[in-house]
């Protein structure tokens, strides 16, 4: 019983950290492109955090190619082609210079 409880323990302080990485992802996201929450389901999936890993503003979305777009495993052509746009109009207020691809 000692075993379990410290496993569950373990779990819920998992999760309670994942849950807090989370929300934070959710804050920064409100600030740099918060349209992207409205194109996804999961702004966890694997595909959103390496598309914010190399494009991490809605501004470098936007110039990026929308070929590397594309290359993002688990990133449909409609969704890349959705997100190029809505980058495009974004209202975020960062700005950075980023390379292009």
Request: with cysteine; aromatic share 4%; net charge positive.
């Amino acid at each position: 019983m000692v075993l379990l409880r410290e496993v569950a323990g373990r779990l819920q302080a998992q999760v309670k950290q994942s849950t807090q990485a989370i929300n934070r992802l959710h804050n920064l996201l409100a600030r740099v492109f918060p349209e992207l929450a409205t194109l996804t389901d999961d702004i966890a999936a694997g595909w959103v955090l390496r598309l914010l890993d190399e494009y991490p503003t809605a501004e470098r979305i936007a110039g990026a190619q929308l070929a590397c777009l594309k290359k993002i495993p688990h990133l449909s052509t409609e969704q890349a082609q959705a997100l190029h746009q809505a980058a495009g109009q974004s209202v975020a207020t960062l700005r950075a210079r980023w390379p292009k691809c």
